[in-house]
């Protein structure tokens, strides 16, 4: 069955095939995006999901990766959920890994037992957008899933097995909000320890709320420069571990890549030459979503 458009995914999924689960997202409100704004959320048909990975199968049988589209794949329950990896594995015998987006709230409904269930049938990777760790930024862009409830979500899924791969939205509080977008950030993704860190930027989207309270001049958006800094404030409170992280998003005017904590100075080095002007930014006409 043909993808119903529009779909996004990661750029690390870009190999993946990309079996869409649910249209649009259960928590369509948040109101800085735009993905699924003229999507309703509905969980497809047995029967569409099911003809898509033989029809898939039948022309790409050396598939690796899978990546679960749309925004919301976990909506599903695990009675309904393991049936389709079940079925992943059968068609697609060289399956390594399967992953999907996941919202904080998703995930901490779910028992431990729940969880290795789904590790234990290939879903090795979850993508969860934390976005801010600051509450009450969150609570003001309408996201679903709180602070607290992430970072239970990400600590359970890995003592799991299951990696998770945290995003960051960058400029998300907007000058108003710089400092404490920054610090809570920085204390939220501390706790979680994600095997995974990605930074995206804020970019104003036509028709979302986040857009209209900006025309109206009640949200300040951070210029190229900003971001950079609030970049170099959340990178340098960073205290991990093990995490691989990864700035390599259209959004982003400088893409940086790296693993903590071995190449943390070497990237605080990147940004502060950036920030001084002595190293070239993406041009804005090649940013985007």
């Avoid at 509905?42 to 679960?68: C, G, H, M, N």
């Avoid at 979850?126 to 609570?139: A, F, K, M, V």
């Avoid at 930027?201 to 900006?214: D, K, R, V, Y």
Wanted: charged fraction near 25%.
């Amino acid at each position: 069955m043909p993808i119903i458009e529009p779909v996004i995914r990661p750029p690390s999924e870009s190999s993946s095939f990309l079996l869409q689960i649910t249209t649009g997202c259960s928590s369509n409100y948040c109101t800085f995006c735009g993905a699924y704004q003229d999507k309703e959320f509905r969980v497809k048909e047995d029967l569409e999901i099911y003809s898509d990975i033989k029809q898939w199968a039948d022309i790409y049988p050396q598939t690796r990766k899978v990546f679960l589209i749309d925004g919301d794949a976990l909506a599903l329950g695990n009675s309904r959920l393991v049936v389709i990896l079940k079925s992943l594995q059968r068609n697609i015998p060289s399956l390594r890994r399967i992953s999907s987006y996941a919202n904080g709230y998703n995930i901490t409904v779910r028992s431990d037992a729940d969880l290795k269930e789904l590790f234990d049938n290939k879903l090795k990777l979850l993508y969860i957008g934390l976005e801010s760790g600051n509450q009450d930024i969150l609570t003001e862009c309408r996201k679903k899933s709180t602070v607290d409830e992430m970072i239970t979500a990400v600590t359970r899924v890995q003592k799991i097995g299951i990696k998770a791969s945290v995003i960051v939205l960058l400029g998300l509080g907007g000058r108003q909000n710089f400092k404490v977008h920054a610090r809570d950030t920085i204390k939220a993704i501390n706790k979680m320890q994600p095997r995974f860190l990605s930074f995206l930027c804020l970019m104003l989207i036509p028709g979302t709320p986040l857009f209209t309270q900006a025309a109206r001049g009640e949200f300040q958006e951070l210029e190229a420069e900003e971001l950079l800094e609030q970049s170099y404030e959340i990178i340098k409170g960073l205290d991990l571990e093990k995490t691989i992280f990864r700035s390599n998003h259209a959004s982003n005017y400088l893409s940086l890549e790296g693993v903590f904590p071995c190449d943390k100075n070497r990237l605080l080095a990147i940004l502060e030459k950036a920030i001084d002007g002595k190293i070239n930014l993406k041009p804005e006409i090649f940013r985007g979503l």
